[in-house]
């Protein structure tokens, strides 16, 4: 573990270990996007689902790190879905 790793609280060891980044990160990259700008937070979320077909078709279906990438990507999409689609009060 790196001591960049290591100084983040539980809450955010527990985002990388969903997201792959923190969601403070995942929300700065998602609203500076062009494709977000442009085409709009479900575009977004298609396009990391995509992004996991390419991953799929690509890799061995027991390449560890390709399923972690791919189980990340979802679970980026669904956040932005929850966060930018389904706007829950």
Known sequence: MT??????????????GMYGCIVAQMREAVEQS????????AMMAASLMSDCQEIM????????????DVRQALNRAKWILFT???KQD
């Open 84 to 86: 930018y689609v389904m």
């Open 57 to 68: 078709a690509y890799n061995p279906s027991d390449d560890f790190n390709a399923r972690e």
């Open 3 to 16: 001591a960049v790793y290591e100084a983040l609280s539980v809450q955010e060891k527990r985002e990388v």
């Open 34 to 41: 062009i494709t977000f700008r442009f085409s709009g937070p």
